[in-house]
């Protein structure tokens, strides 16, 4: 199991970067908050988990422990990936996450793309007890601030939302609505958060 890595920036995208270790480039999968906060140069430190299948070794990259935490506890939920465990926390941070549990806030839970009410239900009966109780601790990695100008933040923006889960379609009627905030010099990150809320309506 690699529990973290420690290296330089070598390639930063919406939901992955790749961090060089010892020479080699590794390909870690993220959530857009935590790839938005580190810069292609720069040190990175991320607690990570390996998911090991018989045709791939996923790696996947978290600001937090807590982060982590909660991607690993979200799995033991019957017909919870890796790739649906990471849209939970694209959508919420971990505070979040454990309100929603906590609380039986189904509403919170399902606007997370391909989680429904029966889904969202059976979270909250399997995990209430395991995150919702939970006291509140640190809600992940700042969000960085990288700057586009013109439209090709739409494609990023875009093949972020639909590689988590969400058709083109939505994705491009979400990223109209949100368009006249890339005129004021939004990030893209911003600009998928913003997204995201719209998405999440």
């Known amino acids: ?3 973290s890595l420690s290296g330089t920036v070598l390639k930063a995208g919406l939901d992955s970067v790749v961090v060089a270790v010892g020479g080699v480039g590794m390909l870690v999968h993220t959530t857009p908050a935590t790839a938005a906060a580190l810069r292609i140069g720069q040190p990175a430190d991320l607690a990570t988990t390996l998911v090991v299948r018989e045709d791939s070794l996923t790696l996947y990259g978290f600001a937090t422990e807590e982060e ?4 690993e506890t979200v799995q033991t939920v019957s017909g919870v990936g890796p790739r649906l465990a990471l849209a939970v926390l694209a959508v919420h941070d971990p505070t979040s996450v454990r309100r929603a549990l906590g609380s039986g806030d189904i509403a919170a839970l399902t606007k997370v793309p391909g ?4 889904g969202a239900e059976r979270l909250v009966l399997e995990l209430r007890d395991k995150l919702g109780a939970l006291a509140g601790s640190s809600d992940g990695a700042s969000i960085g601030h ?5 439209e090709p933040w739409r494609e990023q923006v875009r093949e972020a939302l639909v590689g988590l889960g969400w058709t083109v379609r939505q994705a491009d009627d979400a990223l109209d609505r949100v368009a006249p905030q890339a005129a004021d010099g939004a990030s893209v990150s911003a600009m998928l958060r913003a997204a995201l809320r ?3 309506r």
């Open 1 to 3: 199991m690699i529990a």
């Open 68 to 71: 982590k935490h909660v991607f």
């Open 115 to 118: 989680i429904g009410k029966k």
């Open 146 to 150: 990288q700057r586009m100008d013109g």
């Open 198 to 200: 719209e998405l999440g």
